[in-house]
């Protein structure tokens, strides 16, 4: 059974730093993505990385978030610098074969979400 268990979410004052860990119970998968959930919003996309090397960002967060894996540890982390008020959210990663990082409906797994939350 696949699991995914995110950690390291917490509150933090704007300009600050998180990282957050998504732990792929021990698969490794083609397609690694985190999304996140403010209220009353739709779920977006944040980051994602391919076993290709390739990542991709949503524009809000490129140049202050930065995902990477490890292969090895089945592991993949969000860092999040120069946290804003705005990036208070649920944050999910994700896993499964998708091409389009950014499409949440192509990723078939994912975790029960951690919450983020920046204080002004």
């Known amino acids: 059974q696949v699991q995914l268990v995110e950690s390291g979410g917490g509150l933090v004052q704007a300009g600050g730093s998180l990282r957050l860990s998504c732990a792929t119970s021990?698969?490794?998968?083609?397609?690694l993505g985190w999304f996140r959930q403010a209220p009353g919003k739709e779920r977006e996309f944040v980051a994602g990385?391919?076993?290709?090397?390739?990542?991709d960002y949503a524009d809000s967060v490129k140049g202050r978030f930065t995902i990477s894996r490890d292969n090895a540890k089945n592991t993949v982390d969000l860092q999040m610098n120069s946290l804003k008020p705005e990036d208070t959210a649920v944050y999910y990663c994700?896993?499964?074969?998708?091409?389009?990082?950014?499409?949440?409906?192509?990723?078939?797994?994912w975790g029960q979400g951690t919450q983020v939350t920046v204080s002004s």
């Open positions: 021990g698969r490794t998968f083609y397609a």
């Open positions: 990385s391919k076993l290709t090397f390739e990542t």
């Open positions: 994700a896993a499964g074969l998708a091409e389009r990082l950014m499409n949440q409906y192509e990723y078939a797994y």
